[in-house]
C-alpha cells in the first residue's frame, strides 16, 4: 500500500533524505525532510526552486537542527510564499522566527513544537490565513505578542507546556477560536476577562495550571465541549449550568467557596449525560460539615459518568448518590481526604468497577458490613483495590459472601493501627503488597494465584509461613521475618519454579540466600543487608531431589544480580559460571569484604559489569580474566584509592562499547597500553578522579565517539589557574584530530574550552564561543560537522554541573 501511494503521489510528493532515487522536480508541491544522523544540508539547495510548495515537513527523528539546517531554513522561508503547511518540530538554534515569515501569507498549519522561541515577532499578524498555531512545549516562550489577535481566522491555538504568564486581553478578538490548549502552563495564573467573548470556543485545556478563578461570562460559552477545569469561586458554579454539551472530563475545584447548595444544583451536572470523568475538590478546612454534605449531595452527575473523584470533602457522610447501584458505568472511583467521614459508602453495589483507592479517610475506625452494600456478590468486577493513609483504621470486616471475586491487586499502605484478618478468600489475586502496618498480624490470604509480593519491616508480624506456590515477584524492605522464611524453604529442599524477580533491601537478619532454590530466577536485587555473608548457589546430590529436579539448572534464566551496600558479602555462588549461565548484568557496589570471582569466572553471556566501592575484589582486577568475556560490553568502575595509572594492559577485553571511570582519587593518568586495544570503545565517562593531569600522549581509541569528563580540576586548569583550560592537553599535540577520530560527542566540565577546528586550537570562552555560533559565516561553519560540543557549567547553589548544549 505503501509503495502503491508513492506511485500515485509521483513527482507532486517528495522527501528529502529518502533514499528514493527521485530529483526534486518543479511539480513538488508536498516536501518532507527526514533529518538523517548527520543532516542533508546541500538536499536543501534543490528546494530553492521550488516556488510552488504547498506542505513543508521537517520529520522528528530525535536530532536537533544544527546551526548549518537552521541557516539554511532561514534562507528557504521567505521563498516559499505559496506554502499551506510548515512544520518544523525541534526548531532549536534561533530564539526568534525571521520577520520574513510574514511572506507567507497563504499559510494555514504552523508546527513549532519543542522550538526555542522566546517570542513571536510582531509580523505574525500578516499570516492572516492561519487556521493552526502549535507552540507547544516551547518552554522559553513567556508572552504572545499583541499582534495575535488580528488572526480572525485562527481556529485552534495550543500552547501546552510553555512558560506563558498571561494571555494578552486581544485573544478575545479570535472569535473563530475553537481550541485553546493551556494545559501544563505553570505560570499561568489569570485568563483575559472577557473570555466569553470566544463563543465559538469548543476545547479550553487548563489543567496543571496555577489559575486561580475563572473569567467573567463563562457560561457564554455555549458552544464548549471540552472544560477540563472550572475554578470555583463564591456562586461563580451556577455559569456551569450554561454549558449544557461539556464532554469528557471535569475537574471542579475550590467547593468550599460555594455559598448556597442550590448553586451546585444549578451546575445541572446530573443533565450532563456525555461526561465521562468527574474530578470533584475541596481545599481546606471547613465550618460548616453539613453545608459540605448537602452540596456533594446536590453535585450528583448523570449516571453515565464512569471515573469519579471526590477529594477533600468535610462533610460528616457520603450522600446517597455515592455508591448507588444505578451508578452501572462506574469503573474507577477515589475518596481520598475526605477526613470527616466515619463509614464508607456501599460501594460494593456498583456491578462495573474495577478500581477502587480509599486514601486518607482519617475518621474511619472500621470498614463494616455497610461497605458491601446489599447486593449478592459485591465488587464483582473490582480488580485493583489500594486502602492508604488511614491512621485510625483498625480492622476490616470481611463479608461472608463471594466479594471480590476477581481482585487482582490488594494493595494496603500506611495503615497503623489495622489489627484484625485481611480477606482469607480471594481467589484471583496476583498483587499483595503491604507497607507500613505496624499491628497487623494477620496471614496472608490463601490463594494459589499471588505472582506478586511486598513486604515491609513495619509489617513484621503479617504471618508468612511459606511462599505462595504461584509467587513470580518478591519485594521486601526490612522484612526480617524473610530470614526464617527462606530457611524453611531450604529445609523443605524442593526449589520454587515460578519465583523470577526477587528485590531485598534493608533486612539485617539475612545472612545468606539460598539462590539454588529459585531455578526460574531473572532478576535477583539486594542491598542495604549488612550481614549477609553468601549467595548460596550449587549442584545438589541426587538423593536430594527427583529425577525432573534434576534436569534444572540451577538459576537457568537469571539475568540480572545486582548486590548494593551488603558490607559482610565474601563470596559469590561457587560455579557462577556453570550455574548462572544466563548472566547479563552484574553489579557489585559497596561491598568491601568480596574478595573474589568465584572459580571459573563470571558467566561467559555477561554483557554489563559494574564495580564500585569492593576493595578487596579490586585489589586483585588483574585475576579477573575479563578477556575471557566475549560479550561483554559496558564496563563501570570505582570507588578506589590505590590505583595511579588505569587500565592495565590486559584488563580489559576489546568488546567494550562503554567505560566509566568512577572516583579514583589517586589516579594520575590513564594507560594507553591498556585502552589502544579497545577497537569498538565508543563512550567513555571519567568523573571525580581529583588527581588526573592528562590524557595518553598517543591518544584515545579512534573509535571514541563520546567522551564526557567532569569532576577532574587537574584537568580543568592550565598554567595554575583554575576554570583556564586548555583541551590540547588531553591529546597529542601531533595527532589531535586522529585521537579523536569520529568524535560526535565531546562534554567537558569547565568553564574554558578549546575548540579542534581542522588541526588547529581556538581557545574561546563560553560567551565567544555562542557568539561566533550565532554568526553562521565564522570559523565553526569550518569545524567537522560532527564534532558536538556540551559545556558543564557548575551550579554554586549544588556544586552539580548542568549540561548546555552549544552547537
Known amino acids: 500500500m505503501n509503495d502503491l501511494a508513492k506511485l500515485v503521489s509521483g513527482e507532486f510528493c517528495y522527501t528529502l533524505g529518502d533514499a528514493n532515487g527521485l530529483k526534486l522536480a518543479k511539480k513538488t508541491r508536498h516536501l518532507s525532510y527526514i533529518r538523517a544522523k548527520h543532516g542533508n544540508l546541500k538536499e536543501f ?62 499559510l494555514r498549519y504552523l508546527n513549532l513544537f519543542q522550538a526555542s522561541l522566546k517570542n513571536l515577532p510582531r509580523i505574525i499578524h500578516a499570516l492572516y490565513n492561519l487556521q493552526t498555531l502549535i507552540l507547544r512545549e516551547c518552554k522559553d516562550l513567556v508572552e504572545l505578542p499583541n499582534s495575535i489577535g488580528k488572526l480572525k481566522h485562527l481556529q485552534h491555538l495550543d500552547l501546552f507546556g510553555t512558560s506563558i504568564i498571561k494571555l494578552p486581553n486581544c485573544v478575545i478578538g479570535l472569535r473563530n477560536l475553537e481550541t485553546l490548549i493551556l494545559c501544563q502552563c505553570k505560570d499561568l495564573t489569570v485568563l483575559p476577562t472577557n473570555m466569553g467573548s470566544l463563543i465559538n470556543l469548543h476545547h479550553l485545556d487548563i489543567r496543571e495550571t496555577n489559575l486561580k478563578e475563572m473569567p467573567l461570562q463563562m457560561g457564554n460559552l455555549k458552544n464548549l465541549r471540552i472544560l477540563t477545569r472550572f475554578i470555583n469561586t463564591g456562586s461563580r458554579i451556577k455559569e456551569l449550568g450554561e454549558l449544557q454539551h461539556l464532554r469528557g472530563t471535569l475537574e471542579i475545584w475550590n467547593l468550599q467557596n460555594v455559598v448556597d447548595a442550590l448553586d451546585a444544583l444549578t451546575a445541572n451536572l446530573k ?80 456491578p462495573s468497577l474495577k478500581y477502587l483507592l480509599v486514601q486518607a479517610l482519617c475518621g474511619v475506625v472500621v470498614i463494616g458490613t455497610e461497605f458491601y452494600g446489599s447486593c449478592m456478590n459485591p465488587f464483582r468486577n473490582l480488580e485493583e483495590f489500594r486502602f492508604e493513609r488511614m491512621p485510625h483504621l483498625q480492622e476490616w470486616i470481611c463479608s461472608e459472601g463471594g466479594a471480590f471475586p476477581v481482585l487482582r491487586e490488594l494493595y494496603i499502605k500506611q495503615c497503623p493501627n489495622m489489627s484484625k484478618a485481611l480477606p482469607s478468600h480471594l481467589p484471583s489475586l496476583t498483587t499483595l503488597e503491604i507497607e507500613g502496618c505496624q499491628q497487623l498480624a494477620a496471614a496472608l490470604p490463601t490463594t494459589p494465584s499471588i505472582c506478586r509480593l511486598k513486604l515491609d519491616d513495619d509489617s513484621r508480624d503479617v504471618l508468612v509461613t511459606k511462599l505462595p506456590s504461584g509467587l513470580h515477584g518478591l519485594r521486601v524492605d526490612g522484612f526480617n521475618p524473610i530470614s526464617s522464611l527462606l530457611e524453611g524453604t531450604e529445609r523443605m529442599g524442593v526449589p520454587s519454579t515460578n519465583l523470577e524477580d526477587i528485590e531485598i533491601r534493608n533486612c539485617g537478619s539475612l545472612v545468606s540466600f539460598p539462590l539454588q532454590m529459585f531455578s526460574k530466577l531473572k532478576s535477583f536485587q539486594i542491598s542495604e543487608c549488612p550481614n549477609l555473608e553468601s549467595l548460596d548457589a550449587y549442584e545438589r546430590s541426587p538423593e536430594n531431589f527427583t529425577r525432573s529436579c534434576l534436569k534444572i539448572s540451577v538459576c537457568p534464566d537469571l539475568t540480572l544480580l545486582r548486590l548494593w551496600n551488603c558490607s559482610n558479602v565474601r563470596s559469590l555462588p561457587r560455579c557462577m559460571h556453570s550455574l548462572l549461565p544466563s548472566l547479563e548484568i552484574l553489579q557489585l557496589v559497596n561491598c568491601p569484604e568480596l574478595v573474589s570471582f568465584p572459580e571459573g569466572g563470571l558467566p561467559t553471556k555477561l554483557q554489563s559489569l559494574q564495580i564500585r566501592n569492593c576493595r578487596k575484589l579490586i585489589a586483585g582486577r588483574m585475576e579477573w580474566n575479563l578477556q575471557a568475556l566475549q560479550c561483554l560490553s559496558h564496563f563501570s568502575f570505582g570507588e578506589y584509592e590505590d590505583i595511579e595509572s588505569f587500565p592495565e594492559k590486559t584488563l580489559l577485553p576489546t568488546t567494550l562499547i562503554t567505560l566509566g571511570i568512577w572516583d579514583l582519587q589517586n589516579l594520575k593518568s590513564l594507560d594507553y597500553e591498556g585502552l589502544q586495544h579497545l577497537t569498538s570503545l565508543t563512550q567513555m565517562r571519567i568523573s571525580h578522579c581529583p588527581d588526573l593531569q592528562s590524557m595518553p600522549e598517543e591518544g584515545l581509541p579512534s573509535s571514541l565517539s563520546s567522551l564526557i569528563i567532569s569532576q577532574c580540576p587537574l584537568l580543568e586548569r592550565s598554567g595554575g589557574r583554575q576554570y583556564d583550560t586548555s583541551f590540547s592537553s588531553c591529546f597529542p599535540p601531533t595527532k589531535r584530530l586522529s585521537a579523536v577520530g569520529d568524535l560526535v560527542h565531546l562534554v567537558v566540565s569547565l568553564l574554558v574550552i578549546s575548540v579542534i577546528l581542522q588541526h588547529k586550537i581556538f581557545t574561546v570562552t563560553i560567551l565567544e564561543l555562542c557568539k561566533l555560533i550565532r554568526r553562521r559565516n565564522h570559523i565553526l561553519q569550518k569545524a567537522n560537522p560532527l564534532i558536538r560540543i556540551h559545556v558543564c557549567v557548575r551550579r554554586v547553589s549544588d556544586q552539580r554541573p548542568s549540561t548546555r548544549n552549544l552547537h
Not at 52 to 63: A, G, I, P, Y
Not at 303 to 324: A, K, L, M, Q
Open 45 to 106: 539547495e534543490g528546494t530553492y526552486e521550488t516556488k510552488f510548495l504547498r506542505t513543508f515537513l521537517l520529520m522528528e527523528q530525535s536530532q536537533e537542527l544544527d546551526h548549518n539546517e537552521n541557516a539554511a531554513m532561514h534562507d528557504l522561508l521567505p521563498t516559499l510564499r505559496r506554502l499551506r503547511v510548515l512544520s518544523l518540530p525541534q526548531y532549536s538554534y534561533v530564539q526568534e522566527l525571521p520577520d520574513s515569515i510574514g511572506n507567507l501569507k497563504h
Open 271 to 350: 443533565g450532563k449525560k456525555h461526561l465521562e470523568d468527574l474530578q470533584l475538590r475541596w481545599h481546606g478546612d471547613t465550618d460548616d460539615a453539613f453545608h459540605e454534605r448537602d452540596v456533594l449531595e446536590q453535585l450528583q452527575p448523570h449516571t453515565n459518568v464512569e471515573y469519579i473523584s471526590i477529594i477533600g470533602y468535610g462533610g460528616p457522610t457520603f450522600p446517597e448518590w455515592v455508591g448507588d447501584s444505578s451508578f452501572s458505568n462506574v469503573v474507577s472511583l477515589t475518596l481520598s481526604e475526605c477526613k470527616r467521614c466515619s463509614s464508607l459508602p456501599p460501594l460494593g453495589q456498583l
